[in-house]
Nanobody
Framework: VQLQASGGGLVQAGESLRLSCAASGRTFGSYPMGWFRQVPGKEREFVAG????????KYGDSVKGRFTVSRGNAANTVYLQMNNLKPEDTARYYC????????????WGKGTLVTVSS
């Protein structure tokens, strides 16, 4: 199983970015996937997640109303639309997936860096 997150970059506060997560190596069906972010020295934070089939989107409190997770047209592709970005959204963003129902997020991509300037 391989995941690749892309789409990060440097933006100003209030602007938008869309991250992509492309997964390969198996059929993911309705397994849960998640977007997480981490800043050096801080714990990893859950940002958003859904099932690969598009069901059950959920969001961390800090991004509700600003971020939207959605399924792409291509198989095994998920997007994270990030609007009204804030400097505190600066982090490396990772996508991850579970490969068994009820299991941990056990497959992770390398992440993409998002930097929001004030």
């Amino acid at each position: 199983v391989q995941l690749q997150a892309s789409g990060g970059g440097l933006v100003q506060a209030g602007e938008s970015l869309r991250l992509s997560c492309a997964a390969s190596g198996r059929t993911f069906g309705s397994y849960p996937m998640g977007w997480f972010r981490q800043v050096p020295g801080k714990e990893r934070e859950f940002v958003a997640g859904m099932r690969w089939n598009g069901a059950g989107p959920k969001y961390g409190d800090s991004v509700k109303g600003r971020f939207t997770v959605s399924r792409g047209n291509a198989a095994n592709t998920v997007y994270l639309q990030m609007n009204n970005l804030k400097p505190e959204d600066t982090a490396r963003y990772y996508c991850a997936t579970q490969t068994a129902y009820g299991g941990p997020y056990n497959a992770w991509g390398k992440g993409t860096l998002v930097t929001v300037s004030s």
